[in-house]
């Protein structure tokens, strides 16, 4: 019996389909967030928090809750397209640092090369945990750094995955 997939995940399954979904995502659209670009291939996005009176602090520069907002879901998103539905992929742990008010839009640029997405499978082949730390800087308009990102991302092959695999090497496996 084959899975069927539903309009809303199949127009979410592409890198386009993913941006523009997420331009309607309630907490993005209300935080005045948004993802500018998805890289086809998942290897990249950019995000850009715009300032806006409800988004801002008693001082008028950006609420830290908005940067570690606009930076949270885009580590883990990259690498459970990148490495496919056979891994398990989460968010375990954050961190944020603040170097300099946030007076104008603030942007951040996510990627994930080909050589980690090796090393992580490299890792997580024989169904071990792989804890990963991935960060990135938010930038102003004038390319300042205003904080600076980290977070750690939890990798591990499922379980029918190593199975398979395991089932696939003894099958090809022939007897002298």
Do not use: C
Not at 52 to 71: E, K
Not at 72 to 79: E, K, S, Y
Not at 103 to 130: L, M, P, Y
Not at 143 to 164: C, L, N, P, S
Request: proline share 5%.
């Amino acid at each position: 019996m084959s899975q069927q997939i539903g309009p809303v995940k199949r127009a979410l399954s592409s890198a386009r389909g993913m941006q523009i979904g997420m331009l309607f995502w309630p907490p993005y659209l209300a935080a005045g967030i948004r993802v500018e670009h998805i890289a086809p291939d998942f290897s990249r996005a950019r995000v850009r928090l715009n300032k806006r009176p409800w988004n801002t602090n008693y001082v008028g520069t950006a609420f830290g809750g908005s940067l570690f907002s606009m930076s949270d879901p885009f580590w883990m998103f990259l690498l459970m397209r990148r490495l496919g539905s056979e891994y398990v992929v989460w968010d375990v742990a954050g961190e944020i640092d603040f170097v300099s008010p946030g007076r104008t839009a603030v942007h951040a640029e996510f990627e994930v090369t080909a050589e980690q997405v090796d090393e992580i499978r490299d890792a997580a082949a024989g169904g071990d945990k792989v804890l990963r730390w991935f960060s990135t800087d938010l930038t102003d308009d004038t390319g300042e750094v205003v904080a600076r990102v980290r977070k750690q991302i939890y990798i591990r092959r499922k379980r029918d995955a190593r199975e398979q695999g395991a089932a696939a090497a003894n099958a090809s496996v022939t007897p002298a």
